[in-house]
């Protein structure tokens, strides 16, 4: 009896050592990233660096799991009527704001047609407008709000009628787009309030409790999350570091517990050296855009001279030194349809991996500039990033050898490059697209000559008339079928330059657990934990 307790004891005291030790963990987190979105409002940005800060601090009605699959978030059930046309959405009686406030069906009505209100600006108000029942009509101002298909039911239902049955409703909804905000809230400061922690409150996991421009973002756990008791991180410290090489230096040293991006020339020796390395698949390309109301770029022969001067296998190898994929349309990897990979299917448009000289000196002369003789100097811009210098800088060097022409280059950071992009105040400008939903749509939507995004000055009503066919279409065939219709006009005017469809390469500490990142480019900390 006596050694039966003894051997109680100890395993008592041991099991008491280890909980003291994993309590003394503390559960904070410090995770890089390189650039600062100009704003962090879900309803009106269309920035991927706002993502990481949008994706933690609020959820829509549904989101999307590690596998890609539509899940309940704020709504905790959901009917779709018979016809395809009303979805009518169960939110939870837990959901709450950040502040403690109840979250609402108005709070979702309100910010929906905050969206489809065209003052507001919003970047991607096409994602309600294109979708919803007269929510365009409302966009252009020809009828009131009360005639838009969006009406709240009580506090607990919100009732969303689409002009045709959409097959990808769901997934849309997961974009930020569709998250709550608050009213009141966003109406003390209406230009700055999701810079402003006391003003940014959220429905999700985590809150918003600093903003140091310049230096970090912090957010602390949300005790008013549905899933608060599931939620084990009680800070995280988004620091800022641009320089990709000082991120690396930090995680490395142990400073940081992860960093959104790794320098691309350390990519191969990361492979092999690191477990804290990760290569993550992603739903994304990355090209540049030509201004196609710009001489001489306004001639179709040009773009395509241009998009077939460059090598995107020597880009990738040598200059990324990256797994990615070149890319030889605007559509990725990885959305099937009834089996079919869609850009498979859809083809690469005469495009190669390596380099087509003597095609492209060929339209460049068609379009009267034989050997570059007479070309204008034209500027290409791109935002502060090394990785994209050094991408810009390697196919200005290839446009000069293979076209015999010059370009200049021009860079400014993020906060100043993007609203001159959006002015069309470029003549060639380094872009690129993560899907924010996945299905091809959400790559193509950005160049119907009405969406907001549109920013190459290129209008199409045949485009525009295959998008249309194939949102009003039932038939997923013949969906599919429109889609690539639109896309083969798109790239055989070649209205902008692709180079690669891209993976996401980044690093987190080993002791961190239950963290994950889509491949739609959000990294997200709801189940994220630290380990001894």
């Keep these: 009896m006596v050694k039966r307790l003894s051997l109680l004891f100890v395993t008592l005291l041991i099991s008491a050592c280890l909980f003291g030790l994993n309590a003394a963990v503390k559960q904070e987190l410090v995770f890089v990233v390189n650039d600062e979105a100009e704003a962090y409002d879900p309803g009106l940005t269309s920035e991927t660096f706002a993502a990481v800060v949008i994706g933690n601090s609020?959820?829509?009605?549904?989101?999307?799991?590690?596998?890609?699959q539509v899940v309940p978030a704020a709504a905790e059930s959901w009917t779709i009527s018979k016809d395809g046309l009303t979805y009518t959405f169960n939110i939870r009686k837990n959901a709450k704001w950040s502040d403690g406030k109840r979250l609402t069906a108005q709070d979702f009505e309100w910010s929906w047609k905050r969206v489809l209100n065209k003052k507001s600006g919003a970047k991607n108000a096409a994602m309600l407008f294109d979708y919803i029942k007269n929510g365009k009509e409302y966009y252009e101002g020809k009828v009131s709000a009360d005639k838009v298909g969006i009406r709240s039911i009580g506090k607990d239902k919100i009732q969303l009628t689409v002009k045709t049955p959409t097959p990808?409703?769901?997934?849309?909804?997961?974009?930020?787009?569709?998250?709550?905000?608050?009213?009141?809230?966003?109406?003390?400061?209406?230009?700055?309030?999701?810079?402003?922690?006391?003003?940014?409150?959220?429905?999700?996991?985590?809150?918003?409790?600093?903003?140091?421009?310049?230096?970090?973002?912090?957010?602390?756990?949300?005790?008013?999350?549905?899933?608060?008791?599931?939620?084990?991180?009680?800070?995280?410290?988004?620091?800022?570091?641009?320089?990709?090489?000082?991120?690396l230096t930090a995680m490395e040293a142990g400073d940081v517990d992860g960093i959104r991006e790794v320098p691309s020339s350390e990519i191969p020796r990361l492979m092999v050296e690191s477990k804290e390395f990760k290569a993550?698949?992603?739903?994304?390309?990355?090209?540049?855009?030509?201004?196609?109301?710009?001489?001489?770029?306004?001639?179709?022969?040009?773009?395509?001279?241009?998009?077939?001067?460059?090598?995107?296998?020597?880009?990738?190898?040598?200059?990324?030194?990256?797994?990615?994929?070149?890319?030889?349309?605007?559509?990725?990897?990885?959305?099937?349809?009834?089996?079919?990979?869609?850009?498979?299917?859809?083809?690469?448009?005469?495009?190669?991996?390596?380099?087509?000289?003597?095609?492209?000196?060929?339209?460049?002369?068609?379009?009267?500039?034989?050997?570059?003789?007479?070309?204008?100097?034209?500027?290409?811009?791109?935002?502060?990033?090394?990785?994209?210098?050094?991408?810009?800088?390697?196919?200005?060097?290839?446009?000069?050898?293979?076209?015999?022409?010059?370009?200049?280059?021009?860079?400014?950071?993020?906060?100043?490059?993007?609203?001159?992009?959006?002015?069309?105040?470029?003549?060639?400008?380094?872009?690129?697209?993560g899907a924010d939903y996945p299905h091809p749509m959400t790559f193509l939507d950005n160049f119907v000559s009405t969406?907001?995004?549109?920013?190459?000055?290129?209008?199409?009503?045949?485009?525009?008339?295959?998008?249309?066919?194939?949102?009003?279409?039932?038939?997923?065939?013949?969906s599919v079928k429109y889609m690539h219709k639109a896309e083969d006009v798109l790239m055989n005017e070649m209205v902008l330059l692709t180079i690669f469809h891209r993976g996401y390469y980044m690093m987190m500490g080993e002791h961190v657990k239950g963290w994950w990142r889509s491949s739609l480019n959000t990294t997200y900390f709801e189940d994220a934990y630290i380990v001894k």
């Design 58 to 68: 609020f959820e829509g009605l549904v989101k999307l799991d590690q596998k890609g």
């Design 168 to 247: 990808y409703m769901l997934q849309l909804m997961t974009y930020v787009v569709y998250y709550p905000v608050r009213k009141d809230m966003v109406e003390k400061d209406p230009e700055g309030w999701s810079r402003k922690p006391e003003l940014y409150i959220g429905n999700g996991p985590f809150k918003v409790t600093e903003v140091n421009i310049g230096k970090s973002i912090v957010l602390k756990k949300n005790k008013y999350y549905r899933r608060t008791k599931q939620v084990k991180l009680e800070k995280i410290t988004l620091r800022l570091i641009p320089d990709l090489g000082t991120s």
């Design 280 to 433: 993550i698949p992603a739903l994304g390309t990355t090209y540049a855009f030509f201004n196609c109301q710009r001489k001489p770029l306004d001639d179709p022969r040009v773009r395509q001279a241009l998009a077939k001067a460059i090598d995107r296998e020597q880009l990738i190898e040598h200059v990324l030194q990256s797994a990615d994929v070149p890319a030889k349309a605007v559509v990725p990897f990885g959305m099937s349809f009834n089996g079919k990979d869609f850009r498979e299917e859809g083809g690469f448009y005469g495009l190669s991996d390596t380099a087509q000289v003597e095609e492209a000196k060929k339209l460049l002369a068609e379009a009267g500039y034989p050997n570059g003789k007479g070309f204008p100097e034209l500027t290409y811009k791109y935002y502060t990033h090394p990785l994209i210098k050094k991408l810009v800088e390697a196919i200005q060097q290839m446009w000069k050898k293979n076209l015999n022409i010059h370009v200049k280059l021009a860079t400014s950071e993020w906060k100043v490059y993007y609203p001159e992009i959006r002015k069309l105040n470029y003549d060639i400008s380094q872009m690129g697209w």
């Design 451 to 478: 969406y907001p995004s549109n920013y190459t000055g290129w209008k199409n009503a045949e485009y525009d008339k295959y998008i249309a066919l194939s949102k009003a279409t039932t038939d997923l065939k013949k």
